[in-house]
């Protein structure tokens, strides 16, 4: 049974940095992606970034281009997002998601539980 548990959120002023974790298990191959997901207060979600397992590739939203970015730890079986530069906008409870397929196309197959990022001086 795949599972996500995401782990890293708080509080950090302005301008400070959070590194989110997004620890998988039950995968039994590499053809699978990971992304990144937040929802703040009163919007709808937003696709933050991902990271294909199977090829590597990389996507990151133009929002947090240039500040956040997404790995992998193949032997810790965990996808990291470092945040850098954090903006009060980047205010949201963050999920990351699998998708069975080479990248984070269409609606995802498992989600984590989620963990709130708040930023604020």
């Known amino acids: 049974q795949v599972q996500l548990v995401e782990s890293g959120g708080g509080l950090v002023q302005p301008g400070g940095s959070l590194r989110l974790s997004c620890a998988v298990s039950g995968f039994t191959s590499d053809y699978y992606a990971i992304g990144w997901f937040r929802r703040a207060p009163g919007k709808e979600r937003e696709g933050v970034s991902c990271?294909?397992?199977?090829?590597?590739?990389?996507y990151y939203a133009d929002s947090v281009k240039g500040r956040f970015t997404i790995s992998r730890d193949n032997a810790k079986n965990t996808v990291y997002l470092q945040m850098n530069s954090l903006k009060p906008e980047d205010t949201a409870d963050y999920y990351c998601?699998?998708?069975?397929?080479?990248?984070?196309?269409?609606?995802?197959?498992?989600w984590g539980q989620g963990t709130k990022v708040t930023v604020s001086s």
């Open positions: 998601a699998a998708y069975l397929q080479a990248m984070c196309v269409m609606n995802a197959d498992y």
């Open positions: 990271i294909s397992i199977s090829n590597g590739k990389i």
